[in-house]
């Protein structure tokens, strides 16, 4: 699917296991199905936002919802990509990136979630992987950023193999209590130096000014 009006549908980044791209009405029902499946234990709460705590088809409605305003709501100067990520042919998470006044500031910020079924082998680290080859080769990004709880080792694993460094901390509320975030930053130069994993991407200079690269 390539629309001539939202040539976004046609980005495609890959790595040697991953392809991630904006999911059409299907691909979007099978990540929804993901969600509703669940993404973490029920007994914690990875995200400030707490979009799992309802049933499996509010979990799933919740990220179709999502997907389509972030498409809706779209500007070059305030945009969320919200892309489904595939392994062997098949949806198992999502990669986010998103910036505001790109233009000006060069950043981006990045969110994502897997399937708890894919968990612990190794596709965190690549699909954010392919959403930094998009952001600093792709869009020319001067820097990325990203946050996670002191308590989410995995997420903060992630951040520290790609060369992100600690950037403060942030108190945020989550369910009417107080929870500590832990703030990264990764510079084009520490990402130039941490890469290890192959990408590619597909079908950029289509959509490169959607983005206000």
């Known amino acids: 699917m390539k629309p001539q009006h939202w040539p976004l549908y046609g980005l495609r980044i890959r790595t040697p296991r991953l392809e991630l791209r904006l999911p059409d009405l299907e691909l979007l029902d099978e990540l929804s199905s993901v969600a509703a499946a669940g993404v973490h234990a029920p007994d914690t709460m990875p995200f400030t936002v707490p979009w799992t705590d309802g049933t499996p088809a509010e979990r799933g409605r919740a990220v179709f919802q999502h ?61 954010r992987a392919a959403a930094l080859q998009l952001a600093f080769a792709g869009l020319g990004a001067g820097s990325a950023v990203s946050s996670a709880m002191t308590d989410n080792p995995r997420s903060l694993g992630v951040s520290r193999r790609l060369g992100y460094l600690p950037d403060g901390l942030e108190i945020a509320a989550l369910r009417d209590s107080r929870v500590t975030l832990q703030r990264l930053r990764l510079e084009r130069d520490r990402w130039e130096e941490h890469r290890t994993v192959e990408v590619t991407v597909e079908g950029l200079d289509d959509c490169r000014a959607a983005f206000g690269a």
């Open 67 to 127: 997907v389509l305003s972030s498409i809706a709501d779209w500007s070059s100067r305030d945009w969320s990509l919200s892309l489904a990520v595939l392994h062997e042919g098949r949806v198992v998470g999502r990669q986010d990136v998103m910036a505001k006044d790109f233009a000006v500031t060069g950043e981006v910020s990045t969110g994502s979630w897997l399937g708890l079924a894919h968990q612990g082998r190794g596709i965190g680290t690549e699909m």
